[in-house]
């Protein structure tokens, strides 16, 4: 297996970027390090907000809400995950798991955010990121939740099985093409670019091939038994919980309300279903995101 860098030429005209890079080395297992790229954006002192992205982006994602977030009075957290942006990828499907995911992604919180931070996530950053408040819901002071869930199985919708098989061998796998069919406003040229940045070749997309057949959407998948566990705690957080989820998302537009419904925080909280915002709601809806976050960090005692 071959742990694959990113191409600095590919990221030069990336449009409305101007974040500076911070890097951490991440063990990997079975005797691989591997670089994840992360923004920290905003005083290093001001109250953190971690922003996880999901299938198949990166930090660029958050180009839109950082800003709105940082004049708020966050420090703004954004990593790479591993196989996507400008963190190292290897080049092997199959060395990807949920479960080590999960620990790349602590790995990089331990050692850059050990206080409690508030949570943003959508798509694969929720699966992630719920799972960790679920393990540790003592270290998020509030979460806001977009198009995800935290599944333990059962049966998939068709949409998503025809996208999991579309990832996994469709030859034509374009992620700025996928980027801007699966968000409801009109992408530029320089912004599905800057999506498809990351992925030069397609030894480079073995994490992005991977992620929706890592979902645990079906009986006796790896990652259910974690999940279940998981949800004793995320059920009693009792911290604010808000959802904001896109009603145009065929996927997982759906999901808010049970999400919402499950978790004690998330009582007689704002949450809405968004319209005009696709699966990436990032792009479509930022603004009103981004005030969802900031009315939780108020709540939370974190923000003026």
Known sequence: M??????????????????????????????????????????????????????PSWSFLYRKMIPILVDAGFRCLAPDLIGFGKSDKPDDQNFYTYARHVDWLEQWRDAVVPKTAGLF????????GLRMVGRAPDRFNFVVASNTFLPTGGTPSPAFLAWREYAKSSPDFKIGELLQRAAYTE??????????????????????RAFPQLVPVENGMAGIEENTAAWEHLAAFDKPFLTLFGADDPVTGGLGEALAGRIKGAKGMPHEILNGCGHFCQEDRPAELSQGVIEMGKLAGILD
């Open 121 to 128: 996530c959508q798509d694969w950053g929720g699966l992630l």
């Open 2 to 55: 071959e742990i694959l860098r990113y191409d600095p030429a590919r990221f030069a005209d990336i449009p409305d970027y101007p974040f500076a890079e911070q890097w951490l080395e991440i063990d990997l297992g079975d005797g691989h390090k591997g670089q994840m790229h992360y923004l920290d954006e905003g005083p290093s002192d001001a109250p953190p907000i971690l922003l996880f992205h999901g299938e």
């Open 187 to 208: 992408r530029s040229a320089a912004e599905i670019a800057a999506y498809d940045a990351p992925f030069p070749d397609e030894p480079s997309k073995a994490g992005a």
